[in-house]
């Protein structure tokens, strides 16, 4: 069973921020439903400028830029349409759905770190131009919370929305996605990488000081049942994390199969999670299976005497581990 972490994929759905454009202030009672939103005919380059205006002040703060992508583009448009056409303002529509699920109706992958900015200016009339863009820049950036958004790490691409109504005003939307940053790391801690030789190891002293503090012996790394844990791991271009290749045991190498009285199986994921196999994503997953009841009995069972391992790593944000626990006869 795997356990799909959603990690940092909602977006910021607490109001912040006063002012002319009201950054996320709602006035839906002071407001008709319109008939039909109307987009910008020059929303290409008001896009452009609007990521021009992003990147410079990540640039600021030594963030690596961000590039248009066409998916956030269309999760962004649709979403300051639906505010605009059913006369709400927030991060969920009425329905329930999130900035994730717009990214992923759109096309997106669920393990990509997502998120969103809204903008309403109920006083500002067509057109639209460069200067409302910057200004709505401005709003979001004086919001911690939205400016947290556009100066988070592990983006790497950008979309933007905007639709008005010389009665209804404006809405602006804003989204990010990107592979995200690992998810067991503090705040200031730098991601150790590790190489693939180094992954085992670590994660058996990991694992091992845990059953030291329960009175349970160490296992022994295992490359035998590591092989097995390679073997099941889902295809990396799928998007799916349903484990292949059958069998534990029909996994491990031929003459190794008669050492092992057993074999249990434990498994999980995590999106937005980032690029790289970290020390930090062995400690998390550490703590989801501890957290797990059932997993935390096969991972402490004190008759466990091998451990394999593997950690996929998707490159896009999508992280899967696999530990398989061996019963020596």
């Given at each position: 069973?795997?356990?799909?972490?959603?990690?940092?994929?909602?977006?910021?759905?607490?109001?912040?921020?006063?002012?002319?454009?009201?950054?996320?202030?709602?006035?839906?009672?002071?407001?008709?439903?319109?008939?039909?939103?109307?987009?910008?005919?020059?929303?290409?380059?008001?896009?452009?400028?609007?990521?021009?205006?992003?990147?410079?002040?990540?640039?600021?703060?030594?963030?690596?830029?961000?590039?248009?992508?066409?998916?956030?583009?269309?999760?962004?448009?649709?979403?300051?349409d639906d505010m605009f056409k059913r006369n709400y303002y927030a991060h969920a529509s009425p329905e329930g759905n999130d900035v994730q699920d717009r990214y992923i109706a759109a096309g997106g992958s669920r393990w990509r770190l997502v998120a969103e900015n809204i903008a309403r200016c109920a006083g500002c009339r067509p057109p639209a131009t460069t200067g409302t863009v910057e200004q709505l820049q401005q709003g979001w950036m004086n919001s911690p919370h939205h400016r947290e958004n556009?100066?988070?790490?592990?983006?790497?691409?950008?979309?933007?929305?905007?639709?008005?109504?010389?009665?209804?005003?404006?809405?602006?939307?804003?989204?990010?996605?990107?592979?995200?940053?690992?998810?067991?790391?503090?705040?200031?801690?730098?991601?150790?990488?590790?190489?693939?030789?180094?992954?085992?190891?670590?994660?058996?002293?990991?694992?091992?000081?845990?059953?030291?503090?329960?009175?349970?012996?160490?296992?022994?790394?295992?490359?035998?049942?590591?092989?097995?844990?390679?073997?099941?791991?889902?295809?990396?271009?799928?998007?799916?994390?349903?484990?292949?290749?059958?069998?534990?045991?029909?996994?491990?190498?031929?003459?190794?199969?008669?050492?092992?009285?057993?074999?249990?199986?434990?498994?999980?994921?995590?999106?937005?999670?980032?690029?790289?196999?970290?020390?930090?994503?062995?400690?998390?997953?550490?703590?989801?299976?501890?957290?797990?009841?059932?997993?935390?009995?096969?991972?402490?069972?004190?008759?466990?005497?091998?451990?394999?391992?593997?950690?996929?790593?998707?490159?896009?944000?999508?992280?899967?581990?696999?530990?398989?626990?061996?019963?020596?006869?």
């Amino acid at each position: 069973m795997f356990d799909a972490v959603r990690i940092h994929m909602a977006g910021i759905r607490r109001a912040a921020g006063r002012g002319r454009l009201a950054v996320a202030m709602v006035a839906a009672a002071l407001v008709a439903v319109p008939a039909a939103a109307q987009t910008p005919n020059d929303l290409d380059q008001l896009r452009q400028r609007a990521l021009e205006l992003v990147n410079a002040a990540r640039q600021q703060h030594g963030l690596s830029p961000l590039r248009l992508g066409d998916t956030l583009n269309e999760a962004a448009q649709r979403h300051a349409d639906d505010m605009f056409k059913r006369n709400y303002y927030a991060h969920a529509s009425p329905e329930g759905n999130d900035v994730q699920d717009r990214y992923i109706a759109a096309g997106g992958s669920r393990w990509r770190l997502v998120a969103e900015n809204i903008a309403r200016c109920a006083g500002c009339r067509p057109p639209a131009t460069t200067g409302t863009v910057e200004q709505l820049q401005q709003g979001w950036m004086n919001s911690p919370h939205h400016r947290e958004n556009i100066l988070r790490e592990g983006l790497d691409r950008f979309g933007y929305g905007l639709v008005h109504d010389r009665e209804q005003g404006l809405y602006g939307v804003q989204t990010f996605a990107g592979p995200g940053t690992p998810r067991g790391s503090a705040p200031d801690e730098t991601p150790e990488v590790l190489a693939e030789d180094e992954v085992l190891p670590r994660m058996a002293e990991l694992i091992n000081s845990a059953r030291k503090a329960k009175g349970a012996p160490p296992l022994q790394p295992s490359s035998a049942l590591s092989e097995a844990a390679v073997a099941m791991m889902p295809p990396k271009s799928s998007d799916g994390i349903d484990l292949t290749g059958g069998d534990a045991f029909e996994n491990v190498p031929a003459d190794q199969r008669r050492s092992f009285r057993s074999i249990g199986v434990i498994a999980g994921a995590c999106g937005g999670c980032g690029r790289e196999p970290t020390v930090a994503d062995l400690r998390a997953f550490r703590r989801q299976w501890l957290d797990n009841p059932q997993y935390q009995q096969r991972l402490l069972d004190p008759d466990r005497t091998d451990l394999g391992f593997a950690l996929q790593v998707d490159g896009r944000g999508r992280k899967v581990a696999l530990a398989v626990l061996g019963t020596r006869r």
